[in-house]
């Protein structure tokens, strides 16, 4: 079954620095990769996500990066913000199968 | 508000106990998963349903049961609990559709504490 590597588990950047959260999937199949956003104590939300027949995708801050042939994406934010402190999982799935997330990356944002 | 909603929002029980955990999903989606949060863990899939039947399964302990009713709502039982059940339960809903750009979206959790 799928098998979803994140890195790293935490992350302190200063307010305005660029972060870059990274994984990696097992499963050549994947064509799916969502990234989901978890504050303290409250439930995660999706807040991009790319499909395997495209190499990028971004949305204001944030960015998602796809590569297939070493099968890892990562997470971009740019121009860091207090807010945006919170844990952030990756995810992969092959068609009807589950979402397998990742272990989650803690990003601390100091201002 | 991702229209999932999870009831109890908060359940303090004692060990050896049964409780159930309510959900109900976003209009239209016929796919139920339920997702279970320890402190400072991840995302431990536990079991998918999709209309009614059970789709997928994670590492669920046979001590834990799940089922999707027809009108499309779910339950997670948990039996004979022990402190580390413990937990933030997470249910989220999804078409089922497996199209490539499904997307799922999840409750804000019950919060099971087991003293």
């Known amino acids: 079954g799928e098998n979803v590597e994140q890195h790293p588990s935490t992350l302190s950047v200063q307010e305005g620095d660029s972060a870059v959260i990274k994984c990696t999937y097992s499963?050549?199949?994947?064509?799916?990769f969502p990234w989901y956003k978890q504050e303290l104590g409250k439930r995660p939300q999706l807040i991009i996500d790319?499909?395997?027949?495209?190499g990028e995708k971004k949305d204001q801050r944030i960015a998602v990066t796809l590569n297939k042939t070493a099968k890892h994406f990562s997470l971009h934010i740019t121009e860091t913000q207090p807010e945006d402190s919170a844990v952030y999982f990756c995810?992969?799935?092959?068609?009807?199968?589950?979402?397998?997330f990742g272990t989650g990356t803690r990003l601390l944002v100091s201002p | 508000d991702s229209g999932v909603t999870q009831t109890p929002k908060h359940l303090i029980t004692a060990t050896g106990q049964r409780v159930t955990l309510r959900c109900s999903p976003r209009?239209?989606?016929?796919?139920v998963y339920w997702y279970q949060q320890s402190l400072d863990q991840g995302l431990q899939f536990l079991i998918q349903?999709?209309?009614?039947?059970?789709?997928a399964k994670g590492n669920i302990l046979e001590r834990f049961s799940a089922q999707q009713f027809p009108d499309l709502h779910s339950e997670l039982n948990l039996s004979s609990l022990e402190l580390g059940d413990s937990a933030l339960y997470f249910c989220?809903?999804?078409?089922?559709?497996?199209?490539?750009?499904?997307?799922?979206?999840f409750g804000s959790g019950t919060q099971l504490s087991v003293l």
């Open positions: 989220a809903s999804s078409t089922g559709t497996g199209l490539h750009n499904e997307k799922l979206f």
């Open positions: 499963d050549s199949a994947s064509n799916y």
């Open positions: 790319i499909r395997s027949n495209v």
């Open positions: 995810a992969a799935r092959a068609g009807f199968q589950k979402l397998v």
């Open positions: 209009s239209g989606d016929l796919s």
């Open positions: 349903y999709y209309n009614g039947e059970e789709r």
